[in-house]
């Protein structure tokens, strides 16, 4: 996508606009969403602009402007947008891979055609950037996960993942929160809590942050 390209809107109800740029999701697009975020926030009538994977969502007063309006406000500012890095922190999370922890680990290992221990070495070898936080408080999507290790979501979910475990889901990696239900493929499973609803700051990633993974141990 070059620079000049703008990015498809539409319409979500009557008080959101959702602006989407094509795939694939990438460190550099993600950067101008922030940019676009931050320039938005501070247009007459917008209440709030929440960061999507890709994607941007507007939510907006119709009493003070109108969506057309703000169609144009977004096709104005996006060919002057300069990608805005956001100055993350850099958090490593120990992970004990494989064994009860890493269920999946054996069938990320047959479907990449790689054996487990160098899906981990691949995997904790990765700099991952953490693009935004959804799906579950404190759920960190991110990129950077190394291709050749992309896997397909589960056929059939699992009703309950257990908190803390480390899963590969399609080109994306991330650890759950909470456990809940999920279809990622587990391959590990962290040893810090990445929410504390205790904590002064419940989670422990924010978008912008660079992530590295460090083996704690392997376990068959």
């Known amino acids: 996508m070059t620079a000049d390209a703008l ?3 539409h319409a979500l109800g009557e008080a959101a606009l959702v602006c989407e740029l094509p795939p694939p999701a990438t460190l550099a697009q993600q950067q101008r969403i922030w940019a676009l975020a931050r320039e938005a926030v501070q247009w007459a009538g917008v209440d709030e602009a929440l960061p999507g994977m890709n994607n941007l969502t507007l939510l907006f007063d119709p009493q003070r402007i109108d969506v057309v309006e703000l169609e144009m406000q977004v096709f104005t500012a996006w060919p002057q947008l ?3 890095a956001i100055e993350g922190r ?6 004990v891979y494989g064994g009860e922890a890493g269920p999946d680990l054996a ?4 479907h990449t055609g790689l054996t487990p221990a160098e899906v981990v070495r691949r995997h904790s070898g990765g700099d991952y950037v953490v693009y935004l936080l959804g799906f579950l408080p404190g759920f960190a999507f991110m990129g950077g996960l190394p291709p050749e290790l992309a896997t397909p979501r589960r056929v059939e979910p699992r009703a309950l993942v257990p908190a803390r475990s480390v899963g590969i889901g ?3 990696t ?4 909470l456990a809940s239900p999920g279809g990622w493929n587990l391959i590990g499973r962290a040893n810090v809590e ?3 609803l205790q904590a002064a700051e419940p989670t422990l990633l924010r978008p912008g942050d660079r992530v590295r993974f460090v083996v704690e141990r392997m376990e068959d």
């Open 90 to 95: 850099r958090i490593e999370i120990p992970v």
């Open 194 to 196: 990445v929410f504390d």
């Open 107 to 110: 069938e990320v290992a047959v």
């Open 174 to 177: 991330g650890v759950y929160p």
């Open 170 to 172: 399609g080109e994306q």
């Open 7 to 9: 990015p498809r809107l």
């Open 82 to 84: 300069e990608s805005q």
